[in-house]
């Protein structure tokens, strides 16, 4: 076991695990930051994504270990009312139906466009390879990045 201090979204935490506990269940079941969803657990799904200095990442293969001092944001940490501009398109869009996979979906999209504002569809679909969406809202998920895009500008 090992004490970790951990950034997360703008806050310190300090938590005792194993080194190879994935960041998943540190922050789901260690610090009750249950946003970020288990999905697959080989990081195939992409329900468990949240940024690492701003990239995505998959958090249930990432050792806590791995982390260092860099800063994690969670779904909780996108923004303090829900109000980003990715979060307030998905709900224009109505983009969920079941909801599982939106926190990860979220997270990737608003990584892409905080490195790259005006993505193509193109840019968009490989960004978005690999999040899985059980109800196959695929073309709702492209139509609200492409939203919050324009909203961004």
């Known amino acids: 076991m090992a004490n970790y201090k951990l950034q997360i979204n703008g806050r310190s935490y300090e938590t005792e695990t194993e080194a190879d506990t994935p960041l998943l269940w540190v922050l789901r079941d260690h610090l009750g930051l249950v946003g970020t969803k288990y999905g697959c657990g080989i990081a195939q799904c992409?329900?468990?994504t949240v940024h690492l200095n701003g990239n995505a990442v998959r958090s249930c293969s990432l050792p806590v270990?791995?982390?260092?001092?860099k800063k994690i944001t969670t779904i909780e940490g996108l923004s303090a009312h829900?109000?980003?501009?990715?979060q307030a398109a998905w709900h224009e869009v109505d983009v969920a139906q079941c909801g599982y996979c939106q926190a990860g979906q979220i997270m990737t999209a608003s990584a892409l466009l905080a490195k790259n504002p005006t993505p193509t569809a193109e840019q968009i679909d490989n960004a978005m390879n690999g999040n899985i969406c059980r109800c196959g809202t695929y073309h709702r998920i492209h139509e609200a990045i492409t939203l919050a895009s324009s909203k961004m500008k």
């Open 46 to 48: 992409g329900a468990c």
């Open 65 to 69: 270990s791995a982390v260092g001092t």
């Open 82 to 86: 829900g109000d980003h501009p990715v």
